[in-house]
């Protein structure tokens, strides 16, 4: 019997689905790819959230590599990880390209 223990690989398509799977992140995530480079005060003014939610959950998205983070000055900036996000989308692609899909009738 073949052991079925999640790889690494596993790890992390699960830990930004799960980011991405918030719909308050998933908008986020949405607004930072259309204004690369925005700042969290953009986000809290946008969202009406108070900022140390804004702040949880661009913490979250960073940690899946759905976002990178620079500081400029007193502020931190974010875009989308383009790297990992390519490697998202190509896992999702094997996962559909390996499935048969149903005859319809």
Same mark, same amino acid.
């Given at each position: 019997? &073949?052991?079925?223990?999640?790889?690494? &690989? *596993? &790890? /992390?398509? @699960?830990?930004m689905?799960?980011? =991405?799977?918030?719909?308050? +992140?998933?908008?986020?995530?949405?607004?930072?790819?259309?204004?690369?480079?925005?700042?969290?005060? *953009? %986000?809290?003014?946008?969202? !009406?959230?108070?900022?140390?939610?804004?702040s949880?959950? %661009? @913490?979250?998205?960073? +940690? @899946?590599?759905? %976002?990178? @983070?620079?500081? !400029?000055?007193?502020?931190?900036?974010?875009?989308? !990880?383009? &790297?990992?996000?390519?490697?998202?989308?190509?896992? =999702?692609?094997? =996962?559909? $390209?390996? $499935?048969?899909q149903?005859?319809? /009738?």
């Amino acid at each position: 019997m &073949e052991n079925m223990a999640p790889t690494p &690989e *596993d &790890e /992390q398509l @699960a830990a930004m689905l799960h980011a =991405l799977g918030n719909p308050t +992140r998933l908008a986020i995530t949405r607004y930072i790819a259309n204004n690369p480079r925005c700042i969290c005060n *953009d %986000l809290v003014v946008r969202f !009406d959230r108070a900022q140390a939610t804004v702040s949880q959950h %661009l @913490a979250t998205l960073r +940690r @899946a590599h759905i %976002l990178i @983070a620079e500081q !400029d000055g007193p502020a931190t900036c974010y875009w989308i !990880d383009q &790297e990992h996000i390519a490697w998202l989308y190509e896992q =999702l692609g094997q =996962l559909t $390209s390996r $499935s048969e899909q149903p005859e319809t /009738q």
